[in-house]
């Protein structure tokens, strides 16, 4: 890796990727006691994505990345680092980002994972910037992924309607010209570790069968703690950035918060006094994607023509931790260079298997979907399954593929 220190460290690609099971509001009435109104009215949102039992986390990130690299008008190699926010991750070990590595065909980078929940991409953006800023790599690959359906209760009803799976990608590179990243604030508060967490797997409770009957294995979450928290946390990590930065929030042309609730970034808006239209949201469409939820989101809001070259944008997420993170970039990037990734898809990345054998990842609690959405398709739903393929002995030969 080069050592000389950079002046400017600018977003020059971005990508996304969303499994293409739809679970709705509806969906899931049939399975806990909700309703639409309920979950409408109380978050925003009415659908999320669930991905299939041939993708994993870093199936999807692979998929987001590729897409983030070829917008930047680079290949696979060209990236010197990459790191992985998630905590859905395929494995405890290796890293989701080593597997990633792999699977988009690079052959030079170093990777790595970053743990800090929902704010994980600010915080990976945040650690690629410092790599880039101090020369240590010139182009970084930054990627939030999630498949949260595996992790989710789907009999707890406050828990459930919140979540969804998918991932996006950024990469950040060196450059002496004007703009990029102006300022970055992130922030942890133990003393809201265990309003949202994950008992179960860890070397505090390893996992037994009685920690599995216990469901420790699912998230649990103080909903409101959560809320209120979040509120106060979020505007006060944004100013942070804002005043690192050195500009005013009525300087801002875009906000991309993290996409929770819709009465989060509602409350947000208004603690800031900052207008709703200058806000991107996409919560109906995914739910909470956890560190995918920003990526994703920015590149919805290029394609859909909010972002040009000169904007001043602001990133904000918080998440388990209490995490938080923003940043304030100028735009520098043409919002058109997203067409150069438009054939890639899953059928372009390979994710490297274990040695365990076929499984069927897919949540039991789903099944039922996953087999009305084949068989609406027209398609056998079990070639879904078999499409894991087994695990190869000696070196990886074998691959499995998204559906
Ligand atoms: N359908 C119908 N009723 C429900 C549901 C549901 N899905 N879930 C809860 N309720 C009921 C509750 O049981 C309660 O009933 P009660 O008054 O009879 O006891 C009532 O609705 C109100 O429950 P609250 O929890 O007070 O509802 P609230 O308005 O706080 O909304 C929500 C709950 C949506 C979870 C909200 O608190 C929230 O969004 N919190 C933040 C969550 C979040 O963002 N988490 C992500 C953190 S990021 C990360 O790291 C993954």
New binding site residues.
């Given amino acids: 890796m080069k050592s000389r220190p950079t002046s400017g460290v600018h977003l020059t690609g971005w990508g996304a990727y969303a499994p293409s099971q739809v679970l709705t509001n509806a969906d899931?009435e049939r399975m806990?006691?909700?309703?639409d109104e309920?979950?409408v009215s109380?978050?925003g949102i009415r659908e999320r994505r669930i991905a299939g039992p041939g993708e994993t986390t870093a199936s999807m990130a692979a998929v987001a990345g590729l897409r983030a690299i070829a917008t930047a008008g680079l290949g696979p190699d060209d990236i010197d680092l990459i790191i992985v926010g998630t905590?859905t991750p395929d494995y405890q070990m290796p890293s989701t980002a080593a597997l990633v590595k792999d699977a988009i065909g690079n052959k030079r980078a170093a990777a790595m994972d970053v743990a800090a929940?929902?704010?994980g991409f600010v915080y990976g953006y945040a650690t690629a910037q410092a790599y880039v800023a101090s020369g240590m790599a010139r182009h970084v690959l930054v990627i939030g992924a999630e498949t949260?359906s595996r992790y989710t209760d789907f009999s707890d009803?406050?828990?459930?309607?919140?979540?969804g799976d998918g991932a996006g990608a950024v990469v950040l590179s060196a450059s002496d010209e004007p703009g990029g990243t102006l300022g970055i604030e992130i922030r942890t508060e133990p003393s809201g570790a265990y309003?949202?967490w994950l008992p179960g797997g860890g070397s505090s409770r390893p996992p037994t069968a009685s920690t599995i009957a216990a469901g420790e294995h699912f998230?649990k979450?103080?909903?409101?703690?959560?809320?209120k928290m979040?509120v106060r946390t979020l505007g006060s990590t944004a100013l942070a950035s804002l005043s690192r930065a050195g500009i005013e929030l009525a300087d801002v042309d875009l906000v991309v918060p993290?996409q929770?609730?819709i009465?989060?970034i509602e409350a947000l808006a208004r603690s800031l006094d900052f207008p709703m239209a200058r806000v991107f949201v996409n919560v109906e469409c995914y739910g909470?994607t956890?560190a995918a939820s920003v990526p994703m989101a920015l590149s919805e809001a290029v394609a859909a023509g909010r972002v040009k070259k000169g904007d001043r944008l602001l990133f904000v997420?918080?998440?388990?931790?209490?995490?938080s993170g923003a940043i304030t970039l100028e735009w520098t990037a043409d919002p058109a260079a997203f067409s150069r990734a438009a054939d890639i898809g899953p059928e372009d990345v390979t994710v490297m298997p274990g040695y365990l054998g076929p499984v069927n990842p897919f949540p039991p609690a789903l099944e039922w979907l996953r087999r009305d959405a084949a068989a609406s398709s027209g398609r056998n739903p079990d070639l879904d399954v078999r499409d894991i393929k087994p695990a190869a002995k000696g070196p990886p030969a074998a691959a499995s593929r998204p559906g």
């Fill in positions: 899931l806990v006691d909700t309703n309920w979950i109380r978050t905590l929940a929902c704010s949260l009803r406050t828990t459930c309607i919140l979540f309003f949202i998230m979450m103080k909903g409101a703690e959560t809320f979040a993290h929770a609730n009465r989060i909470n956890s997420a918080f998440g388990s931790g209490l995490t």
